[in-house]
T-cell receptor, first 113, second 111 residues
Framework: NAGVMQNPRHLVRRRGQEARLRCSPMKGHSHVYWYRQLPEEGLKFMVYLQKENIIDESGMPKERFSAEFPKEGPSILRIQQVVRGDSAAYFC???????????FGNGTRLTVT | SQQGEEDPQALSIQEGENATMNCSYK?????LQWYRQNSGRGLVHLIL?????REKHSGRLRVTLDTSKKSSSLLITASRAADTASYFCVPSSGGYQKVTFGTGTKLQVIP
């Protein structure tokens, strides 16, 4: 059973470009979370999704950031018009049920130049 | 959601020794979880202890929970170099895992 798969592992974007981060949850998991980690800091919650629904996006900036988890295919975290402050590691996690422990991917490291 | 506070911030021990790290939290919980993060990798769930449990074991891991003091400890026995990582505690009130991670305890095990 493959773990949570995130791609790409590393992504470099120039200021103003768009970044699309993908996450395939573990098989059988319908709950997906996105977290952001700045250097030397803990992970910060961004958004929680279930299939086709955004349940809680309270940790995600209102502008430029969006997330989706379609019926078919991976979850996508999209950052439009990236700025240097968006440089961070973005982690996706999934779980089989609402209150189950999280299974994390190895993250996507976004660098904005 | 609430955030656990891990102590110490950093810990360096020799291989074979035991490592103990502590966690404090502020409000009542349904369960408390411990995670490990190796450098450059995602977090790995280690163990979950429920509020009605006082102690739990998993391999070389031993977790205690004292809800009256709002604290937990993680003991790693007979440490190995591969245990070198950051460790995080996550107090949870139940429901979906909108958890907040602190800065963790950075453990270094010297071979």
């Amino acid at each position: 059973n493959a773990g949570v798969m995130q791609n790409p592992r590393h992504l470099v974007r120039r200021r103003g470009q768009e970044a699309r981060l993908r996450c395939s949850p573990m098989k059988g998991h319908s709950h997906v979370y996105w977290y952001r980690q700045l250097p030397e800091e803990g992970l910060k919650f961004m958004v929680y999704l279930q299939k086709e629904n955004i349940i809680d996006e309270s940790g995600m900036p209102k502008e430029r950031f969006s997330a989706e988890f379609p019926k078919e295919g991976p979850s996508i975290l999209r950052i439009q018009q990236v700025v240097r402050g968006d440089s961070a590691a973005y982690f996706c996690a999934s779980s089989p049920a609402e209150d189950s422990p999280l299974h994390f991917g190895n993250g996507t490291r976004l660098t904005v130049t | 959601s609430q955030q656990g506070e891990e102590d110490p911030q950093a810990l360096s021990i020799q291989e074979g020794e035991n490592a103990t790290m502590n966690c404090s939290y502020k409000t009542s919980i349904n369960n408390l979880q411990w995670y490990r993060q190796n450098s450059g990798r995602g977090l790995v769930h280690l163990i979950l202890i429920r509020s009605n449990e006082r102690e739990k074991h998993s391999g070389r891991l031993r977790v205690t929970l004292d809800t009256s003091k709002k604290s937990s400890s993680l003991l790693i026995t007979a440490s190995r170099a591969a245990d070198t990582a950051s460790y995080f505690c996550v107090p949870s009130s139940g429901g979906y895992q909108k958890v907040t991670f602190g800065t963790g305890t950075k453990l270094q095990v010297i071979p």
